[in-house]
């Protein structure tokens, strides 16, 4: 079924009964900070209707993503009630400040579907398996019906001729709409959106919200989350968000309630007993990474663009090593071309003496899940999982380390980034740091020889950076290869040497790694060769 045969389906515009699917009632939420106390939401009271488009409209920082944070119990509520009601005569409502963690899970996972900005795909799935995710953890995962179920969603949202491709070869409003399948696959009857169309151009935002549209015709229950006022006329219904507090507003000559009232860290890698199966054994006389002659070309509608011209890099095991230049240099297309997440236009890619693209797709996705760990900027948690899942999540789908064990695993390379006591937390309860830690974790969860992060501290304070490299630099001790993109010259004086990249060219033609240079002297070249 595709986009074009749902939209024959439409013949009116769904009208909401007066039952709820959701309310809230006296909702507060306070955040507790280094500086004090937060008040992100006051006294909230909203009634949410079983088949409607709701979109909450507010300024960055209003409170519109801690709403929907209540609504979708990924976040403690510190006052008030928030309540589910299950379609169908004699379904008990569901107080979600009642659940346990485990309760909540389970009830998000048959009830909800979540559609963030940041698309919150895993990199090295492909899309089918992406999709399957959630049935997997809720108990639902029947390995041919489930693929089925995910190959219709792609089908749905007219992706499925990419259904094999991983996420880092689609668009980003292909994997906006990836997102909108994922969230589909265990039909749950609301969605919850934090601004999908955000990154997107307005083309495919409109697609976006086409989608969206018919997914309601179809009886679903869609809440989106939006700070452009442009977008609210596209809603069945609208609130308006304002320094935490909903307000009435008035609309066509009316005033329309958008309130709904009622009356009343030593970081030692953890080494298991037991490696992981058919783990590779890189050998000691072959360097960690070879690149020879390494070219890469995109194509678009303007012509071509070479972002790699001719790379020659040998690095060996132990080695913390910084890529630094300026954006657009190249950074990012090398470390796809190190990880086997994009392919070579020409030239030969070498990893513990393995040409890694002589590999099939799924030879390489198995071997980049168990010889490579990445760390990206954005941390790709997956945000209805706890961070001990999350970790976890390699080890399970590259069948390595004995079941029984993974769990155990799983909290000592949490303990090991000073996550212990959050195991059992969502991201979206710890702070962007520890949210980083708990990516890294996930990293190391195979036992990889290698570990590459683009731009790992881009969205961190400098306290929190800190952390985070001296993590990297006590693996590099323990063996590990470390490679980090970033465009923060400072960061390269905690690493051993430095590989500064412009125009798609390694300055002056190094083939290894070089020394640490000075700050200024180093990026002076880079800053003359880009032009």
């Known amino acids: 079924m595709n986009l074009r045969q749902v939209g024959r389906r439409q013949t009116a515009v769904s009208t909401p009964t007066q039952e709820t699917i959701i309310r809230l009632r006296d909702v507060g939420k306070v955040y507790t900070t280094g500086s004090g106390d937060f008040t992100a939401l006051r006294e909230v009271n909203l009634d949410v209707y079983p088949g409607e488009f709701l979109g909450v409209i507010g300024k960055s920082g209003a409170g519109k993503t801690t709403l929907l944070n209540m609504i979708s119990g990924v976040s403690e509520i510190t006052s008030g009630t928030v309540t589910f009601q299950a379609a169908g005569a004699g379904s008990t409502p569901i107080t979600l400040n009642d659940l346990s963690e485990d309760e909540l899970a389970l009830w998000r996972g048959r009830n909800l579907g979540i559609v963030y900005q940041s698309f919150e795909l ?39 001729e990419h259904a094999y491709k991983l996420p880092a070869h689609i668009s980003g409003g292909q994997k906006q709409r990836v997102a909108i399948a994922r969230a589909l696959v265990n039909d749950p009857p609301l969605l919850v959106a934090d601004e999908p169309t955000g990154n997107l151009d307005t083309a495919t935002a409109a ?83 070879h690149l020879r002659s390494v070219v890469k070309t995109y194509e678009n509608a303007a012509g071509k663009f070479t972002a790699l011209k001719g790379i020659d890099l040998e690095l ?28 070579p236009t020409s030239g030969q890619v070498c990893i513990g003496g393995q040409d890694i693209y002589k590999m099939s797709e799924s030879q390489r996705a198995l071997w980049r899940g168990r010889n490579v760990g990445i760390v990206f900027q954005f941390f790709q948690l997956l945000p209805t999982l706890t961070l001990l899942e999350n970790t976890m999540l390699p080890m399970d789908y590259c069948n390595v380390f004995p079941a029984q064990e993974r769990p155990s695993r799983a909290l000592e390379l949490l303990t090991m980034v000073g996550l212990a006591d959050h195991a059992h937390d969502l991201p979206a309860s710890v702070s962007n740091g520890q949210q980083q830690s708990a990516a890294i974790a996930r990293a190391l969860a195979t036992d990889p020889p290698i570990i590459v992060a683009d731009e790992p501290t881009g969205n961190l304070d400098s306290r929190a950076a800190d952390v985070i490299i001296g993590v990297f630099q006590d693996l590099a001790a323990q063996g590990k290869t470390i490679l980090i993109v970033t465009h923060d010259p400072s960061l390269t004086s905690r690493t051993d040497q430095t590989i500064l990249i412009a125009d798609g060219e390694i300055v002056n033609g190094a083939a290894h790694a070089l020394p640490q240079p000075d700050h200024s002297a180093a990026l002076t070249p880079a800053l003359e060769v880009q032009p």
């Open 207 to 289: 697609t976006i919200f086409q989608i969206f549209a018919r997914l309601v015709a179809q009886g679903k229950t869609v809440v989106m989350v939006t700070h452009d006022q442009n977008l609210a006329t596209r809603f069945s219904r609208r609130v308006h968000i304002v320094d935490g507090r909903l307000l009435d507003r008035a609309e066509n000559g009316k005033v329309e309630t958008a309130v709904a009232h009622h009356n009343t860290p030593t970081h030692h890698l953890p080494q298991p007993t037991n490696k992981p199966t058919n783990k590779p054994t890189s050998p000691t006389n072959q360097p960690a990474i």
């Open 122 to 160: 895993l990199p090295s799935l492909d899309l089918v398996n992406n999709i399957m995710l959630p049935q997997d953890f809720i108990g639902a995962y029947q390995p041919a019906i489930s693929k089925e179920r995910a190959l219709e969603l792609l089908e749905m949202v007219e992706l499925r």
């Open 316 to 343: 060996h095991y132990g080695q913390f090593v910084s890529i630094v230049g300026k954006s657009g240099s190249g950074k990012s297309t090398l470390l796809n071309m190190l990880t086997g997440i994009d392919h």
